[in-house]
């Protein structure tokens, strides 16, 4: 690429790190916030609090361990998707889509990434999705390529609730100055950092800032990525993107997961800002408990001055005799006795647990821990299921960021796939493939698709539970043939996952028993 620093004006430019390091200034408390939670994440709530983080200043991983189990269970439930034509004539494209975009993740390893959005969705309440064409992908062809995205390093106008009413978006990335300059020949010479990104880099490295600014004009999404003050590359000035824009479905590449949202911000908060007043005070209880046993446990005397005691055979624990002169009483020598620990403390701190535990919906049974007595699978798996209320819904929520994310793909794939495509899909051997050209989405006519998502894993819990069922309705003779009346009548009173099957597999095994008798 050629440097276009000459044509492109310089006072827009300006316009545009004046924007950049105003949005960034609207964002310092959640900047403040981001790095805080950080802390509690490692386990450096100690930091937070004002202290050193010293082994006397133990830290508990409740917190933690609730994070980790909502984790967890976003990732038993990966989500997958299926596209759904709004016209008969969209059919074989649906069908084609929905095979292929699951291929297209695979090859860029979204499950990783899906992975990384949760735990930054959960700790800090909003997951960044960039969902960009990557030239550099598949042999200099390009390909779709999903990433996260620091919060830390992406800008937006104040006061706005969703992402695309910005009127300017900025994405900061650091760059090695090599790999800058290879990219565009003579720009990494004398260029600065016009503002300060947090992406942590090793000190002696030699790093620039890149920033992309997206905008939208007239309806088009147009790009501009400049360095320091040196534009670099502007879209609406290349021939092949200047009339049709950046991305032909004039949208920013992003899609924010939020899990709790805030009013008037298009970011939330997490578990963290949640649970941490809880976990601050488990930790400041057990810090004042473990000292006072750690005191308790370690004696401690009261000495006179003229005690007369051998203080070295006295604190040797591997001597069996201790000298001393004259007599021995307890007014030269008396133990110190430490205030003893109530147990109302002890229950203070176990209440306080609870309660994060509770507001959380972190409880014993949904992270596998039951009452006792309670053994069978179908009721461990009841009991999770009214316990993980909260957790369908957060995964419920990133089921509706998964499918703006595929929605951004077809607009990719209409835009971007003018050759066929072969891809390796999933079917009965692995060994399915298809091949995919965009000439049925692109074009005058521009079909529209909608995206059903459903999850790809389930819960060990809950398929254990059909198997239960599936055995059950066994026990009570559903599948006898003689009872096929009774057992339909029964299965339409009922909702189960897999219902419509069991009723073809009674239905159907009634009328081969039927055609059996009648040949003998």
């Not at 995205?149 to 992402?163: A, C, S, V």
């Not at 760059?175 to 003579?186: K, N, T, V």
């Amino acid at each position: 690429m050629v440097i276009i620093d000459r044509e492109f004006p310089k006072e827009r430019l300006e316009e545009a790190v004046g924007l950049l390091r105003e949005y960034k200034r609207a964002k310092a408390p959640l900047e403040a916030r981001l790095k805080e939670e950080e802390l509690w994440w490692q386990l450096r709530q100690w930091e937070v609090f004002g202290g050193e983080g010293e082994e006397r200043n133990p830290a508990s991983a409740w917190l933690f361990n609730n994070i980790a189990n909502k984790h967890a269970d976003a990732m038993d439930s990966m989500p997958s998707p299926a596209v759904l034509p709004r016209e008969p004539g969209d059919i074989k494209d649906a069908e084609a889509l929905s095979k292929i975009i699951p291929a297209i993740m695979e090859r860029g390893n979204f499950e990783q990434v899906y992975s990384d959005a949760w735990w930054y969705k959960l700790k800090h309440g909003t997951a960044a999705y960039g969902v960009f064409w990557n030239k550099a992908l598949e042999d200099g062809r390009g390909d779709i390529d999903i990433s996260t995205i620091d919060l830390l390093n992406i800008f937006w106008e104040p006061g706005i609730t969703d992402i695309q009413q910005s009127r300017n978006l900025f994405i900061a990335h650091r760059w090695e100055r090599s790999e800058l300059e290879e990219a565009f020949p003579g720009s990494a010479k004398g260029v600065g950092d016009i503002i300060d990104v947090v992406t942590q880099t090793r000190e002696r490295d030699d790093k620039v800032t890149v920033v992309d600014w997206y905008y939208k004009d007239k309806g088009r999404l147009h790009i501009c990525k400049f360095a320091g003050d040196r534009a670099l590359y502007a879209s609406e000035l290349d021939p092949t993107y200047k009339d049709r824009g950046w991305y032909e479905h004039g949208l920013y590449p992003v899609v924010f997961d939020t899990l709790f949202p805030v009013e008037g911000q298009p970011v939330g908060f997490g578990y963290i800002a949640v649970t941490k007043n809880p976990q601050e005070y488990i930790d400041r209880l057990g810090k004042n408990i473990m000292e006072s046993s750690l005191m308790a446990s370690r004696p401690r005397y009261f000495a006179a001055r003229a005690a007369g005691i051998n203080e070295e055979e006295f604190l040797d624990w591997d001597r069996p005799i201790v000298h001393v002169e004259g007599a021995i009483n307890e007014e030269r020598l008396r133990p110190i006795t430490p205030y003893p620990v109530s147990d109302a403390y002890i229950r203070v701190q176990q209440l306080k647990i609870e309660e994060l535990k509770e507001t959380s919906s972190n409880r014993d049974f949904s992270s596998g821990g039951v009452n006792s007595g309670v053994t069978a699978a179908s009721a461990i798996s009841a009991l999770q299921e009214a316990g993980n209320k909260t957790s369908r819904d957060m995964i419920s929520a990133g089921y509706r960021a998964y499918s703006r994310i595929g929605q951004l793909m077809i607009e990719l794939i209409r835009q971007f796939y003018d050759g066929a495509r072969c891809f390796r899909v999933t079917g009965a051997d692995g060994r399915s493939f298809v091949t995919y050209h965009n000439r049925g989405i692109k074009g005058r006519r521009r079909p529209v698709f909608d995206i059903s998502v459903t999850a790809q894993k389930k819960n060990p819990f809950a398929r254990i539970s059909q198997n239960e069922l599936a055995k059950e309705l066994y026990r009570l003779g559903f599948f006898k043939p003689e009872l096929k009346r009774q057992a339909l009548g029964a299965l339409e009173l009922m909702d189960f996952e897999g219902k419509e099957r069991v009723k073809e597999y009674i239905s159907n095994h009634e009328e081969g028993e039927e055609e059996h008798g009648k040949t003998e």
